[in-house]
């Protein structure tokens, strides 16, 4: 089979730039890979059949650069650039920008991106079509007043979020009238750096939650299907650790009804592509619609595997004007699947990252046993993005053989030189919470060993490794640079794989 693309540009890094590569190859389409000074050894520039450098290791001077990613494609000749999540993945500006520069952005609309990454927008659109909300304010609060007569209609404790907001950032917990003003200022603060927007909201708390996100797919000829819910409640500082499909707490009536909510959300915001829902479940499994991400998700996998589509593959059929070629009665759920996120990380120094060398590396094997990986031994973990290294991910036909599997496949999995989430990863699979399917977002400060929410020392401890880190690595370099690299070491001449621009 022939695709409309022959060349596609992955505006990414690490695991999920190989995974969009191994997707492309099977579909015969020549992939280009971009990198920064720091990633130039990375295994998705080895992987590629193209690779440009594209300037210094900070995001803002190379993966986040609009002009260079899309001169970049120019240059190479690729009909359409894949963002993979994170960096430029949700970025309606770089959508048109990559129109403009006549290439295909495989993600959604500009104009879907637009209105569902504003979360207010997003929820005026979820309370028009009737989907639960968790009550609050669908505007900007505009003051403090404000905020405290919201507060008092809805009930502390109170969330106040950012309105373009994601990961944790520009949130704040709020018990009580006392901590309002604060919270409110440091939200504001706090959104305006990250997101360039300081505009928040307020919701009520929702105590102890479960997060239960439903896959979607949307094609430009009216078709949209669910694929089925995530549940991804173990989390720590609100990022995700360990997710799994289906969702323990969720039966076949509740999948129906949040997929259908899903969709017509997708329907109803013109959006075309992958796209998630996120929804808070309440302990009477109540579900209340929470944010809609515009992109695909770094947990793709376990839906992949109880569901047997390849999304990235979907995506990238889509964006070709492809229709799905399957309606919601074709989908059909088999067995259980689970993620553990291996991040080079300290779980005893609560997270903090572990950017250095990989001395040693071994990937557990084994039937139905999935290793999503953007590094190698020899490979450096660089101090600059995101920590995540690989994803495990593997699937059986029952939830208790899934995490019998997982168990086994964590007790296999082996790195050095780098600290990493792998111990604690085994702790939470282990769990008699977990094993019940006892979930909820607090599941992590239950968890022995205090691997909750972070602090100002911790913080401080991580800025501290960090300059350490970046100082022995100015000492190291000028004996680093007079060996060869990894790929000469190992016979392999990097110059014949990849082509720097």
Known sequence: ???????????????????????????????????????????HVLQADEAVAIGPAPASESYLNHDKIIAAARATGAQA????????????????????????????????????????????????????????????????????RVAREIGYPVMIKAAMGGGGKGMRLVHAYAELEGALRAARSEAGSAFG????????????????????????????????????????????????????????????????????????????????????VDRDR????????????????????????????EQIRIAAGEKLGYTQEDIVWNGHAIECRINAEDPDANFMPSPGKILGLRAPGGPWVRDDSGVYEGYTVPRYYDTLMAKLIVWAPD?????????RALAEYHVSGVRTTLPVLRRIVRHPDFVAGRLDTHFMERLPGGHGSGSRRTVALIAAVLEAYERAGRQAAPQAAQGPGPWARSGRPAASRWRAR
């Open 399 to 407: 939830r208790e053989a899934a995490i019998a599997r997982m168990d």
């Open 1 to 43: 089979m022939t695709f409309p693309f022959t060349k596609v540009l992955i505006a990414n890094r690490g695991e999920i730039a190989v995974r969009v590569i191994r997707a492309c190859r099977e579909m015969g389409i020549a992939t280009v890979a971009v990198f920064s000074e720091a990633d130039r050894e990375s295994l």
């Open 197 to 280: 927007d300081a505009s928040v909201y307020i919701e009520r708390y929702i105590a102890a939650p479960r997060h239960v996100e439903v896959q979607i797919l949307a094609d430009a000829h009216g078709t949209v299907v669910h694929l089925g819910e995530r549940e991804c409640s173990i989390q720590r500082r609100h990022q995700k650790l360990v997710e799994e499909s289906p969702a323990p707490c969720v039966d076949a009536a509740m999948r129906r009804a949040m997929g259908e909510a899903a969709c017509r959300i997708a329907a109803a915001a013109g959006y075309v592509n992958a796209g998630t829902v996120e929804f808070l």
């Open 286 to 313: 109540n579900f209340y619609f929470l944010e809609m991400n515009t992109r695909l998700q770094v947990e793709h996998p376990v839906t992949e595997f109880v569901t047997g589509r390849d999304l990235v593959r």
């Open 81 to 148: 650039v894949h963002p993979g999540y994170g960096f430029l993945a949700e970025n309606a500006a770089f959508a048109e920008a990559c129109a403009a520069a006549g290439l295909v952005f495989i993600g959604p609309p500009p104009a879907a991106v637009r209105s569902m990454g504003d979360k207010m927008a997003a929820r005026r659109v979820a309370a028009k079509l009737g989907v639960p909300l968790v009550p609050g304010t669908s505007e900007p609060l505009a003051d403090g007043a404000e905020a405290a």
